[in-house]
């Protein structure tokens, strides 16, 4: 589980990394340059690092739920079981009240025959004896089966407490993971709402991977070559801060994204992947500056042209990866809290 003060710690280190960088690029040596990148380097690793915890919870819900199923037919095989068992009991039982009717009937002829012959008596003695220990057998037999059938039940008890427990918390599970994905359709939608008239003007919105994708064309935020945001931009990045502002539980990575033509350094920018960290961090920028979003809350990276939306390599292709991807994320703290627990 991933600690929140780590992870704080990361974002605030990853900043600062950005700003020294932003400012301080043309005159840092290598050495410091290659430290500052292997920061970088470790800030993906981490965000990559939070995609597979949320791989691992899904698979663990699969796994809570293919055992449930299984104490599920565990519960009923014991319960064949029950029944069965029953069964062989009322059937001994009805041959004990038999045996034991037959028992009373040699006794009552017995008496009879007291006075009569000996050696009658003698073999209805003999009846007697022979139906006296069978009549003990089945006695014995019955209080085996009684022993084994209340094993069954007690046995059976406790695959219910069991099962209700499973059933719980795969019940919590999936009740939590509801509410994330509905917390992640409500902040799209309000998304939507906020950007309304933006939506497939240079900006799209998708949801996907439990987290709400914001995506941002070059041309709606940039001048080509340039990390400066346009008038426009910045009103698209207002709008979307106050959406923030109103939802305190949702962590925000700014992306930014080239295409893979080779860029001559300018000034402070020396390369693609520069440009696209510059233009992540002024987005960060614009939408702390004019909103109460806390600036923790928010991570800024450069992709370059390293992942592009269209591998066709064509004029409108690079256009299409020029962009900036506005992720957001719902805190899965409760969740992490609930697995642990």
């Known amino acids: ?12 280190h990853y900043i600062a990394y950005i700003l020294v960088l932003g400012t301080l690029f043309s005159c840092v040596p ?25 791989q691992n919870l899904e698979e663990e819900n699969k796994e809570l739920t293919v055992s449930l199923e299984m104490l599920n037919k565990e519960q009923a095989a014991l319960e064949n079981d029950k029944a069965l068992l029953q069964s062989s009991y009322d059937q001994m039982k009805k041959n004990y009240d038999n045996t034991n009717a037959t028992y009373q009937l040699l006794l009552d002829k017995n008496k009879e025959l007291l006075a009569g012959n000996k050696s009658a008596t003698a ?15 089945q006695e014995d037999a019955l209080r085996t089966l009684e022993t084994s059938l209340q094993k069954k039940e007690k046995d059976l008890n406790n695959l219910n407490i069991a099962l209700a427990a499973r059933e719980k918390r795969v019940t919590e599970l999936e009740d939590m993971i509801a509410k994330k994905d509905a917390a992640v359709a409500a902040l799209k939608d309000k998304v939507k709402a906020a950007l309304l008239g933006f939506e497939n003007n240079g900006l799209t919105i998708e949801q996907k991977n439990g987290k709400v994708y ?19 931009g910045i009103t698209v990045l207002k709008k979307l801060a106050v959406v923030l502002e109103q939802s305190p539980d949702i962590d925000v990575l700014v992306e930014g994204h080239t295409d893979n033509v080779p860029m001559k350094s300018q000034g402070a920018i020396s390369d693609n992947w520069d440009l696209s960290v ?21 991570t800024a990276a450069g992709r370059g042209e390293h992942l592009p939306l269209d591998l066709s390599n064509t004029k409108e292709g690079r256009k ?7 992720i957001l994320t719902p805190k899965l703290d409760e969740l992490f809290k609930l697995l642990g627990e």
């Open 30 to 54: 290598a050495r410091k340059y290659e430290e500052l990148k292997t920061k970088q380097d470790a800030c993906k690793e981490e965000n990559a690092s939070l995609k597979s915890q949320n």
């Open 320 to 326: 299409k990866n020029r962009r900036i991807e506005v």
């Open 278 to 298: 510059k233009r992540a961090t002024s987005v960060v920028k614009i939408m702390t500056e004019n909103s109460t979003v806390n600036p923790k809350r928010l």
């Open 123 to 137: 073999k209805l003695m003999t009846q007697l004896q022979k139906n006296q220990e069978e009549l003990q057998s």
């Open 1 to 12: 589980m991933l600690n929140k003060i780590t992870v704080m710690k990361v974002k605030k």
């Open 214 to 232: 914001v995506s941002l064309d070059e041309s709606l935020l940039f001048s080509s070559g340039s990390y400066d945001v346009g008038s426009k």
